[in-house]
């Protein structure tokens, strides 16, 4: 499945609707970008970090260096 969005002139991408459902993504929730080797990005929200993680141990890596830094 593939949705194409235009950002805005300020940043601003909308997720789509479906996806938000999928993902149970309501307002005012936050979601993680997550940057593999590849240059690709995860979208994910931060709850689910530890799913992700199991699925990719590299992840681990970004969450810790994230921990550091807050």
Known sequence: MLHVRAV???GVVT????IRDEM??????????????????ILTKPDSLKS???????????MNEKKKEN
Do not use: C, H, R, W
């Open 8 to 10: 805005s002139g300020n």
């Open 15 to 18: 997720i789509p609707k479906e």
């Open 24 to 41: 149970n993504i309501k307002s005012g929730d936050q979601v993680a970008f997550i940057k593999l080797d590849t240059g690709q990005y």
């Open 52 to 62: 992700t993680i199991m699925v990719d141990p590299k992840l681990e890596y970004l």
